[in-house]
C-alpha cells in the first residue's frame, strides 16, 4: 500500500520468531502480526534489530518477510529491513524485499569500514535508485559506528531520496536540532523515534511517531500513548509513558 506522507504512528520493529531449530516460526509470525494489527498499529517494521537481521540468513530474511506481508494483507504498509555492510548487499536485499511486497525499505549507513558523508549520501542514493521504493533512513550508531550526519539527512530529505528517518541515536539533543530544521525545510519528512522511553517528548518535539521493541509486548499502550498525544493530552501522554517505562 502506499506510504502516507509523513507516515506517522506506531511503526513496532516486529521480531522474528524461531522455531526449537532455529528456522522461522511462519504460524507465530502470522499471530504476531495479526496481534499487532488488532492492537491498532500504525505499520510494520520486518527486518530490524529487535527482528534479529543481523542473525538471520538471506532465506530467513525473506521467508519472515514474505509471511507478514501476506498476513497484513495491505491494512497496514510494511517496511522491510535491508541492512547490510555494503550498497551492493544492501541491493540485493531490496530485490529481495521488492520481490516479497515491502512497501518501504529501511537501510543503515555502510558499515564495518570507516565511512565518509558522501559515500553514505551516495548509498542512500544508490539504494533508492535501485529499488524504486520509499527509503527510510535507520539512524542507530550503537550498531553501525557511524551517526547519520545532520545536513546529509536533510540534503537526502531535501532531494527527495530518503522519505524519512527512524532514530535510534540516543541523541536527543540532535534529534530536537534535525526536527527544527526539518520543519523549516522538509515538513513532509517522516522522522520515528526508536526510543521507547521518551515517545511522549520526542511527539512534542514533532517526531510522526515511534518505533518501539516493546510495542511487541504492549502495542495497545504505545497507541494509546500516541493518541493521546496526537490529541494534545500530555498528561494522559506522560502517564502512558511512565507505565510503560515501568514495564
Known amino acids: 500500500m502506499p506510504i502516507p506522507t509523513p507516515l506517522s504512528g506506531v511503526v513496532p520493529p516486529v521480531i522474528t520468531p524461531l522455531t526449537p531449530a532455529g528456522e522461522v516460526d511462519t504460524a507465530s509470525v502470522r499471530r504476531l502480526t495479526e496481534h499487532l494489527i ?5 505499520g510494520l517494521f520486518l527486518l530490524g534489530s529487535s527482528g534479529e537481521a543481523a542473525y ?3 532465506a530467513q530474511r ?6 507478514a506481508v501476506d498476513a497484513a494483507a495491505g491494512r497496514v504498509p510494511v517496511l522491510a529491513g535491508v541492512i547490510d555492510t555494503t550498497t551492493a548487499r544492501v541491493l540485493d536485499r531490496a530485490a529481495d524485499a521488492v520481490r516479497a511486497g515491502a512497501d518501504a525499505l529501511v537501510a543503515t549507513a555502510p558499515f564495518y569500514t570507516r565511512t565518509h558523508p558522501v559515500e553514505i549520501a551516495d548509498h542512500f542514493r ?3 535508485e535501485g529499488a524504486g521504493l520509499p527509503l527510510f ?14 545536513e546529509v539527512v536533510l540534503d537526502l530529505a531535501g532531494d527527495g531520496t530518503l522519505a524519512g528517518l527512524k532514530d535510534s541515536s540516543g541523541d536527543e539533543g540532535s534529534l530536537r536540532r534535525l526536527l527544527a530544521a526539518l520543519r523549516r525545510r522538509t515538513p ?5 523515534t526508536g526510543s521507547e522511553l521518551t515517545v511522549d517528548g520526542a511527539l512534542l518535539a514533532g517526531a510522526d511517531g515511534v518505533v518501539p521493541g516493546l510495542g511487541n509486548v504492549d502495542a495497545r499502550g504505545y497507541v494509546r500513548l500516541y493518541e493521546a498525544a496526537r490529541a494534545g ?8 509513558q511512565d507505565r510503560l517505562a515501568a514495564l
Open 233 to 240: 493530552d500530555w498528561a494522559a501522554a506522560r502517564a502512558e
Open 38 to 42: 488488532t492492537a491498532g498499529v500504525h
Open 126 to 128: 544508490r539504494v533508492r
Open 137 to 150: 533512513a535507520y539512524d542507530i550508531p550503537v550498531a553501525v559506528h557511524t551517526k547519520l550526519p545532520r
Open 188 to 192: 513532509g519528512f517522516t522522522v520515528l
Open 62 to 67: 525473506l521467508t519472515a518477510l514474505e509471511t
Open 56 to 58: 538471520l540468513t538471506d
